[in-house]
């Protein structure tokens, strides 16, 4: 399995930005995919998640309407759409796997398989 995070880059402060995670080799579940990110010297945190429906979609309270996940299972992708952008949403974002699963609590030892992330830069 293998998930690979693309799309980021530096913005300004108030744009927006459209994150791809693509997923590949893992057919043998309805997995749930979260996207994740961590800031300089800060730990890694929780985005957003969504399970394999796309019906459930927690958030984190700091990006709760402003950032919208959603998947395409078809296609093995997932997204992260990012508006209002803020300083504080600087960071490496990563992507994530994991089996089947509709709730809302997603911490990272849940997490399976991980890809490698893509940093995303706002600037004021």
């Known amino acids: 399995v293998q998930l690979q995070a693309s799309g980021g880059g530096v913005v300004k402060v108030g744009g927006s930005l459209r994150l791809s995670c693509t997923v590949s080799?893992?057919?043998?579940?309805?997995?749930?995919l979260g996207w994740f990110r961590q800031a300089p010297g800060k730990e890694r945190e929780f985005v957003a998640g969504i399970s394999w429906s796309g019906n459930t979609t927690p958030y984190a309270d700091s990006v709760k309407g402003r950032f919208t996940i959603s998947r395409d299972n078809a296609k093995n992708m997932m997204y992260l759409q990012m508006n209002s952008l803020k300083p504080e949403d600087t960071a490496v974002y990563y992507c994530?796997?994991?089996?089947?699963?509709?709730?809302?609590?997603?911490?990272?030892?849940?997490?399976?398989?991980w890809g490698k992330g893509t940093l995303v830069t706002v600037s004021s």
């Open positions: 994530a796997s994991r089996g089947d699963y509709s709730g809302t609590s997603y911490p990272d030892w849940a997490m399976d398989y």
């Open positions: 080799g893992r057919t043998f579940d309805r997995y749930a």
